[in-house]
């Protein structure tokens, strides 16, 4: 377990163990977005998530990552209001902001064309003017008469984050929403969401597998354990592809770690 490492331009924050514990990133900013507290969510006899305490500051770009069934979607889907908590709190600051959540699948509507599909259900009378602004940030001003099934699978999800945009969220939800892009698209999309994200800076929470893709583009990793166990890497340089490479290393450890412990875990109690 690492409990606090400091490299040229990288620090790793301990892993709170307390069941109590609200983690406190090194990189702070003022005014936090939302506190989970003791925040749990199970689906009859099975536990998706237990005793998250967790602070999300705004503008902050957070990753989360960990083992496969490990609450992370569950956690996103709490957030986002889909599910309701089994037991704890999740506040958000003031009132409750405008969220947005993008998902692998782009889900686009594919009886409407690009446009129709960014300006769902949106009346206001700019609509076009914004939805025409927004697909030139993402690079489609020339596609937004095609349909989905003529748009390639990165083209779909820039179509996806304009549309998400339209709403002009505080908080943008990302669950593993560039996991069926290939190495290149994927690598131009993670740069324009980052520049999106800085741009409108929206707090941005991004679950996903990828733990380099976490480290190149997030302020904050938490890396989801058993119950309460989060462990953080936070304040890293994500500028420096050499620093990135030692983060994702070290987070993929931790996961790694967590893998071994849950398999001990599940054998002493056969
Ligand atoms: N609707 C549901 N009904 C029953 N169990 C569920 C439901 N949704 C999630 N779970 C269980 O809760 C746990 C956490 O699931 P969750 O999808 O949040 O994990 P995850 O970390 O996002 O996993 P992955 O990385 O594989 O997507 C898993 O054991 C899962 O089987």
Not at 57 to 71: I, K, T
Not at 241 to 251: K, L, Q, S
Request: net charge negative; with cysteine; proline share 3%.
């Amino acid at each position: 377990m690492i409990d606090s490492i400091d490299s040229k331009s990288a620090s790793f924050e301990s892993t709170h163990k307390n069941e109590t514990a609200v983690m406190t990133p090194s990189n702070l900013e003022s005014i936090t977005l939302l506190t989970a507290r003791n925040l749990g969510k199970r689906y009859g006899h099975q536990i998706a998530l237990q005793n998250v305490n967790l602070e999300i500051q705004r503008g902050q770009f957070v990753a989360l990552v960990g083992m496969s069934g490990g609450g992370k979607s569950t956690l996103l889907r709490l957030i986002a209001g889909l599910e309701t908590p089994t037991t704890g709190e999740l506040d958000f600051n003031v009132e409750r902001p405008i969220i947005r959540v993008m998902f692998q699948n782009d889900r686009l509507l594919p009886w409407l064309d690009v446009m129709a599909n960014v300006t769902f259900r949106r009346h206001q009378a700019d609509v076009q003017t914004r939805a025409a602004k927004l697909l030139t940030l993402v690079g489609l001003s020339d596609f937004a008469s095609r349909y989905p099934a003529e748009l390639s699978g990165g083209q779909k999800q820039r179509v996806a984050l304009a549309r998400a945009l339209m709403a002009e969220p505080q908080l943008l939800l990302l669950d593993e929403p560039l996991g069926a892009l290939d190495a290149l698209t994927r690598r131009k999309m993670q740069d324009l969401i980052l520049q999106v994200c800085r741009e409108q800076n929206l707090t941005t929470i991004l679950v996903t597998h990828d733990v380099e893709e976490a480290a190149r583009m997030s302020d904050r990793i938490i890396v989801m354990k058993q119950q309460t166990n989060l462990y953080e890497a936070a304040g890293f340089d994500r500028r420096d592809p050499a620093t990135v490479g030692i983060v994702a290393d070290r987070v993929l450890r931790e996961i790694m770690d967590e893998a071994d412990q849950k398999q001990t875990r599940s054998t002493n109690e056969d």
